[in-house]
C-alpha cells in the first residue's frame, strides 16, 4: 500500500516563497507518476502539476505556470513543489497524489490512485 506525506505548508505573505515536499513510500516510487492538486474551502479539488514516472516531463496549470516548479528524486522517494510569487489565491490545501505508470501527463484527480493528507497553505498579509 502507498504512503505518501506532504510537508513544508504554513503562512507566507504575498510574493513569498515554500516549498513542499511529499515522502513515497510503500512501493517502487520511480513507477509512480506523481501530481499536486490544491483545494480552497467551497471550491473542488483542481490540479497543480504534475510529474510523469517514465521521463520526467512536467505539466502546470496555467494558474501556476512560471512560478511553481514541481521535481522528483527517485534516491529519496520524495517529490516536491517549489511555489515562488504566492498570490492570495494560492491559499489551500495542498495534496500530493500518485499514479500507477500511467502517461506523462495526467491532470484528472480520478486517475490518482493514492493521496496524502493535505498540507495547508495560507498566502496573507
Known amino acids: 500500500q502507498v504512503q505518501l506525506v506532504e510537508s513544508g505548508g504554513g503562512l507566507v505573505q504575498p510574493g513569498g516563497s515554500l516549498r513542499l515536499s511529499c515522502a513515497f513510500s510503500g512501493r517502487t516510487f520511480n513507477r509512480y507518476s506523481m501530481g499536486w492538486f490544491r483545494q480552497a474551502p467551497g471550491i473542488e479539488r483542481e490540479f497543480v502539476a504534475t510529474v510523469s514516472w517514465s521521463d520526467g516531463v512536467t505539466y502546470y496549470a496555467d494558474s501556476v505556470k512560471g512560478r511553481f516548479t514541481i521535481s522528483r528524486d527517485n534516491a529519496k522517494n520524495t517529490v516536491y513543489l517549489q511555489m515562488s510569487s504566492l498570490k492570495t489565491e494560492d491559499t489551500a490545501v495542498y495534496y500530493c497524489?500518485?499514479?500507477?505508470?500511467?502517461?506523462?501527463?495526467?491532470?484528472?484527480?480520478?486517475?490518482?490512485?493514492?493521496w496524502g493528507q493535505g498540507t495547508q497553505v495560507t498566502v496573507s498579509s
Open positions: 497524489a500518485a499514479a500507477w505508470a500511467r502517461g506523462s501527463v495526467i491532470t484528472s484527480p480520478s486517475d490518482y490512485e493514492y
